[in-house]
């Protein structure tokens, strides 16, 4: 199956350019993935299950769980290499009301709301600095905060809106903008993740016994293991964005196999090794008892200074992280307008940038929005229920496809068939559920607005012109 080197809409416009090479795509998704997680969810993951050796037993399962989604995920993003990923794969398996429903999804919820985590994580480090950003600039005194508390507007948030549109800006001017930076600043907080575990295994205050002695109250049993498996899944978010650029990678059947693979084992490499650093340096109470656990073991090694490193590692790596979602996320509502099923400016390509400059500017306003919506907790919550419903989904896809579409050209195919993508639809399935119980209110606002996209999917499919039809993939 050969592909042209862009992709050409129906409508003849301007053209989304093939300009993203290997070390993009890798780039992309090693920096979106490593983003503020790393730096802040061992808290929540150590209070859900207690003891350190429980905490690498999450964050091996999570990257297993992660890498069987990425080998799924090559044989779909090199057999349909197209603007926004999941949409087309979901499209092509299921028909456009569920690719319409992921798209939908993505745009008002999953990726704005993971795009606004990363913002609101970028200035909690800033306030090490600027403590004023942490004050509140307008309390709303309706019960719309988090637990249902008034809403707090804070300094920092207007902060975190401006990079986001800042960083939108960036993306807007093309893809190789984007990409070139993508790389730059992933080699440098891949370095500086490097010398904080460097700095964390061989000081003197490091002590191995940490990992076996030292415990700290759990809720114990299935519920707490899956609670710290929510987070290290949001810390391992961002694998599936590459694919979203399907239409700007070049040699896609080659570059995402390649790239999803490779990038997904680094990552559960880096994972593992600095939670080695956190856990030897600190014991599991102050690991717990941690606002920013990173900041907290360099300010052990190193005092004031050594906190104030790794602040500044936080907020580039958070940064690579932002630019990375917002460069793959805005190309699922610019794929779902080219094909009829959303406002049509969104599906128009810059004629001189060659970028989907509406798209990317709806992302980046909307989630400004979600910045105000809550903390960050609250946000990667909100982030978690739904993605996982539709990354199940297309896991699944591979083995529907297969059936439904046998003589699809697969550049690929999936190691492990057809116990690698059922072991991840099963383990979806389970995490839905205990998300679900877990956390009610972040759960039920993804299901609200799955259930809003229904009756928009039928007004639009209603309102499509000819040209706009859904091109038959494969």
């Known amino acids: 199956m050969q592909h042209s080197k862009t992709h050409e809409p129906a409508s003849h416009q301007p053209a989304l350019r093939r300009a993203l090479g290997p070390w993009s795509t890798v780039a992309i998704i090693m920096g979106t993935v490593i983003g503020s997680g790393i730096f802040l969810v061992p808290t929540d993951m150590i209070k859900a299950v207690g003891t350190p050796g429980t905490v690498f037993a999450v964050w091996v399962f999570g990257g297993v769980l992660s890498l069987f989604g990425a080998l799924t995920y090559a044989e779909l993003s090199a057999a349909l290499p197209e603007a926004g990923g999941e949409y087309a794969y979901l499209t092509a398996a299921y028909g456009p009301f569920f690719g319409f429903l992921y798209a939908w999804t993505q745009t008002w919820v999953a990726k704005s709301a993971s795009i606004a985590a990363l913002a609101t994580a970028f200035y909690s480090y800033l306030a090490d600095f600027l403590p004023g950003l942490q004050a509140p600039l307008y309390i709303v005194p309706w019960p719309i905060g988090p637990g249902g508390g008034p809403l707090e507007i804070r300094y920092g948030q207007l902060l975190a ?3 986001i549109l800042f960083l939108s800006a960036v993306n807007y001017l093309g893809v190789s903008v984007g990409g070139r930076v993508q790389v730059g600043v992933t080699a440098l907080k891949v370095l500086l993740i490097a010398g904080v575990i460097a700095a964390g295994l061989l000081s003197r205050q490091a002590n191995v016994a940490n990992l076996h002695t030292s415990t700290t109250p759990m809720p114990g049993g299935i519920a707490g293991f899956f609670v710290a498996l929510v987070a290290a899944l949001w810390a391992y978010d961002g694998w599936n964005n590459a694919g979203m650029l399907g239409s700007e990678v070049e040699n896609p059947q080659r570059t995402f196999p390649l790239a999803l693979i ?36 360099m300010r052990r090694i190193a005092g004031s200074k050594g906190a104030a490193a790794v602040s500044i590692a936080a907020m580039i790596s958070i940064f690579a992280a932002l630019n990375g979602s917002i460069l793959s ?3 699922v509502p610019y794929a779902m307008a080219r094909d009829g099923y959303f406002f049509r400016s969104i599906g128009r390509v810059h004629p001189v940038f060659r ?7 709806l992302l980046g306003v909307w989630s400004s929005l979600f910045v105000l919506s809550g903390h960050y907790s609250d946000l990667y919550n909100t982030v978690i229920f739904p993605s996982w419903i539709l990354y199940g989904m297309t896991a699944a896809a591979v083995i529907v496809l297969r059936r ?4 699809l050209a697969r550049p690929y195919r999936t190691w492990g068939y057809p116990w690698v993508p059922l072991a991840f639809v099963g383990v979806t399935l389970l995490l839905l559920y205990q998300t679900f119980v877990s956390s009610p209110r972040a759960s039920g606002i993804g299901l609200v607005v799955i259930a809003l996209g229904v009756p928009f999917f039928f007004y639009w499919k209603r309102h499509r012109e000819p040209e706009d039809r859904v091109k038959e993939r494969g």
């Open 161 to 163: 809106i401006g990079l």
């Open 262 to 297: 490779a990038g997904v084992s680094a990552i559960i490499g880096v994972y593992l090794l600095t939670n080695l650093a956190y856990f030897s340096v600190l014991n599991a109470g102050e690991v717990a008892s941690s606002q920013r656990v990173a900041a907290d073991m």
């Open 329 to 331: 996320g805005s190309r």
């Open 355 to 361: 970028t989907p400059s509406s798209s990317i500017l």
């Open 404 to 407: 439904k579409n046998p003589d």
